[in-house]
């Protein structure tokens, strides 16, 4: 069955990195569309960093372009979000997500359980 | 593209009738998708394509609209259901969320 496990959270200080890990099974790692979202404890979600189906394009959100990574391991079937340059407002719980690969279904089908950032000093 | 959620909370009893709207800030076609969230999880799809029921949602859950006005219905709501709501378009990168509606218990 479909797995998506986050890995990485921690406590980081501000202006340092921290890279998540997003390990998946039971599906199509290089033919799956799979994102990032964070969730600020108590607020809404936010959509952060995307991978395209075919793995080629990336897509970030505006708060985390020139910041934030995707990457793949397709031998892994690992996702990876590299994040430079923390800032106290990057503190959240971060869900990994793949893409509901149904034609037309436009949307995410499978989630992990979230993995928390904390930047602080 | 921005969503906006109304109403951001509400209060109701088992078996009511509830509506939620999302209301894009412009045309997205059908490309909405509804996620509930209870505390502590993480969100699960109910409807994608605005309308279509995620296998296994219960048939109590609906969804309607096109381009920029979007609903998600609860014809009898249950107990299991008390939780926010967020709709979610994937029409144009970034993807957005809504800000959520939280549904609790009267």
């Known amino acids: 069955q479909v797995q998506v496990v986050e890995s990485g959270g921690g406590v980081v200080q501000p202006g340092r990195s921290l890279t998540l890990s997003c390990a998946t099974s039971?599906?199509?790692?290089?033919?799956?569309?799979i994102h990032w979202v964070r969730q600020v404890p108590g607020k809404g979600l936010e959509w952060v960093a995307g991978r395209s189906f075919d793995g080629y394009t990336k897509y970030y959100a505006p708060s985390v372009k020139g910041r934030f990574t995707i990457s793949g391991d397709s031998s892994e079937n690992t996702l990876y979000l590299q994040m430079n340059s923390l800032r106290p407002e990057d503190t959240a719980v971060y869900y990994c997500?793949?893409?509901?690969?149904?034609?037309?279904?436009?949307?995410?089908?499978?989630w992990g359980q979230g993995t928390l950032v904390t930047v602080s000093s | 593209i921005q969503l906006t959620q109304s109403p951001s909370s509400l209060s109701a009893s088992a078996g009511d009738r509830v509506t939620i709207t999302c209301r894009a800030s412009?045309?997205?076609?059908?490309?909405l998708a509804w996620y509930q969230q209870k505390p502590g999880k993480a969100p699960k799809l109910l409807i994608y394509g605005a309308s279509t029921l995620q296998r296994g949602v219960p048939s109590r859950f609906s969804g309607s609209g096109s381009e920029t006005d979007f609903s998600l219905t609860i014809s009898s709501l249950q107990p299991e259901d008390f939780a926010t709501y967020y709709c979610?378009?994937?029409?144009?990168?970034?993807?957005?969320f809504g800000p959520g509606t939280k549904v609790d218990i009267k």
């Open positions: 039971g599906f199509g790692f290089s033919s799956s569309g």
């Open positions: 979610q378009q994937l029409h144009t990168y970034p993807f957005t």
């Open positions: 997500a793949k893409d509901n690969v149904l034609p037309g279904a436009n949307s995410f089908d499978y």
């Open positions: 412009q045309g997205i076609r059908s490309f």
